[in-house]
């Protein structure tokens, strides 16, 4: 398997590839990725050293398929990371299933962004299979 994900160059967007062993793993290199590109360096650090005002949220997810799955999960922690100044680095998962999912967001407040995400795109998303990992990209609109 090569790194958890790339951050790729498009033009006023941002394109994420992420790679899992699983695709709850996946999901939640996503969501690392998604903040981390928008976040300042220092905001990581603090999340690493697991401090007291860590953040948890639970979320519960309900679509049409996986894609849209995909699509909703990462769009409702960006919600609530605007209406909380919160960043989110880690998501574990007490239910994944094709359609559905629930389970907590982990993070800390933040003070400002680097960069705004507007929204979570289905433009060019692709979630696969190849060998023995899993793989997608995802396009945000900033």
Same mark, same amino acid.
Do not use: C
């Given at each position: 398997? +090569?790194?958890?994900?790339?951050?790729?160059?498009? =033009?006023? %967007?941002?394109?994420?590839?992420?790679?899992?062993? /699983?695709?709850?793993?996946?999901?939640?290199?996503?969501?690392?990725?998604?903040?981390?590109?928008?976040?300042? =360096?220092?905001?990581?650090?603090?999340?690493?050293?697991? /401090? +007291?005002?860590?953040?948890?949220?639970?979320? /519960?997810?309900?679509?049409?398929?996986?894609?849209?799955?995909? #699509?909703?999960?990462?769009?409702?922690?960006?919600?609530?990371? @605007?209406? /909380?100044?919160?960043?989110?680095?880690?998501? %574990?998962?007490? +239910?994944?299933?094709?359609?559905?999912?629930?389970?907590?967001?982990?993070?800390?407040?933040? +003070?400002?962004?680097?960069?705004?995400?507007?929204? #979570?795109?289905?433009?060019?998303?692709?979630?696969?299979? =190849?060998? %023995?990992?899993?793989?997608? =990209? #995802?396009?945000? @609109?900033?």
């Amino acid at each position: 398997m +090569k790194r958890k994900y790339e951050i790729l160059e498009h =033009t006023a %967007d941002l394109k994420i590839k992420a790679y899992g062993k /699983n695709l709850p793993q996946l999901f939640s290199r996503l969501l690392q990725g998604m903040f981390e590109s928008i976040s300042e =360096t220092e905001t990581r650090k603090a999340f690493s050293k697991k /401090n +007291k005002s860590m953040i948890e949220r639970r979320i /519960n997810i309900r679509s049409s398929d996986q894609e849209s799955l995909l #699509v909703d999960f990462l769009s409702e922690a960006l919600y609530l990371s @605007d209406l /909380n100044n919160e960043v989110y680095f880690e998501a %574990d998962f007490d +239910k994944f299933e094709e359609k559905e999912l629930s389970g907590i967001i982990k993070g800390i407040k933040i +003070k400002r962004f680097k960069e705004e995400i507007k929204a #979570v795109t289905y433009h060019g998303l692709e979630i696969k299979k =190849t060998n %023995d990992y899993w793989e997608a =990209t #995802v396009l945000f @609109d900033i």
